[in-house]
């Protein structure tokens, strides 16, 4: 514990973006308090990652378990095929079966909580309007009535030590992150973004997380370290 | 399930004023679905309550695990001795001990999630800003945010079924929530308030819940069914 910094809870899943958030957060001052969830989903492989992640930047780290009914009805925690597609261009506007619901809401209430505790006042979570997959909590406009709600609920909140959701992607391209990542030294061979990895960890390479990465790593210039199962 | 009714999830903690939300969402035609939360809290007999209050009403009923360390740092959930009183006007508008950090808005999360998944776009919440333990998530205010929020974080919300967070006893006096749920036949003998009960269940008689509850029952004019320590 660092009495001269301030504290933030910053969102750990284990992929791409909220590794970045995690450097940024650290970079910016912040002492930083991780947290990822296991909630049943089929990629739990970002759980090891996420784990590696926090131990790499020696931040302390809480795992919280969730019911995986909790979330039913998505592609990434129940019986329904993650869909696969040969180029990203294929994607649609459409929220995705991927989509899981109320995920971020769900985890930004476990963030507002352990801030509250802790006596932070700022929680970062790695979401991207951009190249993203059409969640609609992922959007600026939801991360804004997030952060005015928490206001209202928390004693942080009233007794007027503003509590504030920073959102330090939301309005990066995939390759504006990784090069970002990439200027902070975050190694992105521990981080796993693939919806339907092998058993073995391997990235898919067809679905639309896989997709929008690849495309991300392409148009930074650089090559991405993760395994994928056709290399 | 009844297909001719429009669903709702009801978030019933045991205790009065939420079963009183529940009869309320059943007389407005809502088919309700339940839900309640373990989480440590020292007054689990409430979750007793609740599941008998479940089943006379003969709704389903969703019991959600959450770790008691997300909510460390309460006299409900830790070993902080839960205050006592003699009078209820000794209760000061300071917010005390027994504030569980964010837990409304942990609750309402999962509330979300699983309306999504129901095709709800109806939320009932006991909550009540009169008479009430100071904390900041029972205020109206803060249920309105939490409402915008939830429109903005959800399929359903974005895709134009306005999704609704109903308090309808939010500017209630307890002796009126009372006198409401005895007019809808709610059983307060199967409700539990008490924040620190014997492990028998009787009430204490002497935390801010059950001074709040003893208040309101004589100022409705009629007994309180609930077994006391001191009967």
Same mark, same amino acid.
């Given at each position: 514990m660092d009495e001269t910094k301030k504290r933030a809870v910053v969102l750990l899943s284990g992929g791409l973006d909220s590794a970045t958030a995690l450097a940024i957060a650290r970079i910016e001052g912040y002492e930083a308090y991780a947290m990822s969830f296991r909630?049943?989903?089929?990629?739990?492989?970002e759980l090891e990652c996420a784990v590696r992640q926090a131990t790499t930047s020696a931040v302390e780290h809480r795992m919280v378990d969730i019911d995986p009914v909790s979330f039913s009805g998505s592609a990434l925690t129940d019986d329904i095929a993650v869909p696969k597609h040969g180029?990203?261009?294929?994607?649609?506007d459409d929220v995705p079966v991927t989509y899981v619901p109320a995920r971020n809401t769900v985890f930004l209430s476990f963030a507002v909580a352990w801030a509250e505790v802790l006596g932070a006042h700022d929680i970062f979570i790695g979401v991207?309007?951009?190249?993203?997959?059409?969640? $609609? #909590?992922? %959007?600026p406009e939801f991360i804004e009535a997030y952060e005015a709600m928490a206001n209202l609920a928390t004693v942080a909140g009233v007794s007027g030590n503003r509590l504030r959701i920073h959102a330090?992607?939301?309005?990066?391209t995939k390759a504006e992150i990784i090069k970002r990542g990439n200027a902070l030294g975050v190694?992105?061979?521990?981080t796993s973004s693939c919806y339907d990895p092998a $058993? #073995?960890? %391997?990235?898919?390479?067809?679905c639309d997380s896989c997709l929008l990465r690849l495309k991300g790593f392409e148009e930074a210039g650089c090559a991405d370290p993760r395994k994928y199962i056709e290399d």
């Open positions: 909630y049943g989903q089929r990629h739990a492989v180029h990203v261009d294929e994607l649609t991207n309007a951009l190249d993203y997959s059409g969640y $609609p #909590d992922c %959007r330090p992607l939301i309005k990066l190694d992105y061979s521990q $058993p #073995d960890g %391997r990235a898919c390479g067809h």
